[in-house]
């Protein structure tokens, strides 16, 4: 009787410890999650061009002939050797872009559970709103838009604290396509064929494989988005304008997934670093961890 009362609390133990490794496997992180820093979310890696690689020189040199020459680095971006940062002021941007082909200002506005963006065109919806909803309307912030639809960039800026806007995202296309919309400007031609991208040459057309052959980065270095449109990003270390912010770096470039199963019972599997697609453009911004 004893010996079964004893492998009896033993077994009610083992069970009883069993729950406690299984709180604090599932229940544990849930309940008590850990803190995530901006660094968690940091790459600390430094890009190295491959410059004895055989096309390196060749593009290079076809680089410097262009007319329209697009240089980004770490924390400076050229446009025919004249340099931009993030922070820079419209009128900074006005002077080495010259005047937009378009030009948007839209306020982002919050009611209830929805938000909005309006511009100054919007005059009536904005007095409408401010009717219905009264002081429990929010502005959340201002962005200001620059098109170039020439060269195919799209450059935003943020209103501080009522205090004028500062750059805050970059936007390049190369492709032939429109880096908006191709209903409204269709196929249109590229003025450039090469771009430098933290001193390693990219060329029309190029695979993003293509173009990490010329450098150091690896699809171990680079961070992949989930969702319909899978790409590539990095999130760097280096220069933040602010201790709360980081600038992320978007490769538009589709990332090429194994499929598994067949017909209805098809997924998606691991990564395949051995397919990739050309870079479509690329994209600059500042991120917090909040929106990250």
Known sequence: MKKGLKILLKGCLGIFILIIILFCIVVYPILFPKKVALSDYTDDYTITAKTRHPKFKPLVNQFKQQQHRFEFDTCEYKYNDQSFFFGDTPEKILSIFGEPDEKDERTHYQFGNSDRYLSKDDAEEIEQLKKDYGDSLH???????????????????????????????????????????????????TLYDVILFRKVPYQLDMTLNEFMELS????????????FHRSFFMFQEECPPTEETRIYTAIDSYASYETEGGGHMTWTGDFDPNESSTIESLSFYLETLESF
Request: no cysteine; proline share 0%; charged share 25%.
């Open 216 to 227: 150091n980065l690896s699809h171990k270095k680079l961070r992949k988005t989930g969702g």
């Open 139 to 189: 502005i959340l912030e201002s962005t200001l838009y620059y098109y170039y639809n020439s060269l195919k960039i799209g450059i935003s800026f943020e209103e501080i604290h009522n205090n004028g806007y500062e750059f805050k995202s970059f936007r390049i296309s190369m492709s032939g396509d429109s880096y908006r919309y191709e209903y409204k400007y269709g196929k249109t031609e």
